[in-house]
């Protein structure tokens, strides 16, 4: 069946550096998206991608964020300058219709120390 | 926000019987639900969904059952297995052009009892 792919599952970063989570959405998919879960919290959305640009994107999702599809299969979450409450799963997903359940990744943990 | 609510945060049920989780929602605009099975250190895995002009869904054991004028929808797993045991999280969309956003209740821990 195919998977969602996300590197690295374990990220630690010191505070103030920049971090670079990887995706790897299902080949066929049109729609790619960033969720985050803080633990004990809810899955938060973070941002929606569609047809080569952001489709939405939530307040968590700040000047700091960005995301890049800079090759046709990879999708990347980038954030500049990583903050202590940064830290939480952070899970990549993606789907082929709009309204078709997503596929989502096992999601890298990221911690900020 | 609260957009989204699932109000037990845990439900223990015996293996056999049925196991019923619900969720309720607020905002009226909602026009897909889903339900999402997560295990630890796992994302969460698409069980079954439901649009707005239906009321009930079923796909093998699941069932899901959606009440507009209340704003609630439960997933009903028949019989329950102990592999059920997880996370189960209810989550909700409205109809926007382009990708689809997910909003996501706190999510209810089922474990299933031998």
């Known amino acids: 069946e195919p998977e969602v792919t996300q590197t690295p599952s374990h990220q630690v970063t010191q505070m103030g550096q920049e971090v670079i989570l990887r995706c790897v959405p299902i080949?066929?998919?049109?729609?790619f998206y960033w969720y985050r879960q803080i633990l004990g919290q809810k899955v938060e959305f973070l941002v929606s991608f569609y047809n080569n640009e952001i489709s939405e994107k939530s307040e968590i999702f700040d000047d700091q964020f960005s995301v890049e599809r800079p090759d046709g299969s990879n999708f990347t979450l980038k954030i500049r300058s990583t903050k202590l409450e940064d830290s939480a799963m952070y899970f990549c997903a993606s789907s082929g219709s709009r309204d078709g359940g997503y596929t989502f990744g096992s999601g890298t943990r990221l911690t900020v120390v | 926000d609260q957009q989204v609510k699932q109000n037990s945060p845990s439900l223990s049920v015996q293996e056999g019987r049925i196991s019923i989780l619900n969720c309720d929602y607020t905002?009226?605009?909602?026009?897909?639900f889903l339900w999402y099975k997560k295990y630890p250190a796992e994302g969460p895995t698409f069980l079954i969904s439901?649009?707005?002009?239906?009321d009930k869904n079923e796909d093998g054991r699941f069932t899901v059952f959606l009440n507009k004028s209340a704003k609630h929808l439960s997933l009903h797993i028949v019989p329950s297995q102990p592999g059920d045991s997880a996370v189960y999280f209810c989550a909700a969309s409205a109809a926007v052009q382009g990708a689809q956003k997910l909003v996501f209740g706190q999510g209810t821990r089922l474990t299933i009892n031998p």
């Open positions: 905002n009226s605009m909602f026009d897909y």
């Open positions: 080949s066929n998919h049109l729609y």
């Open positions: 439901i649009s707005s002009i239906k």
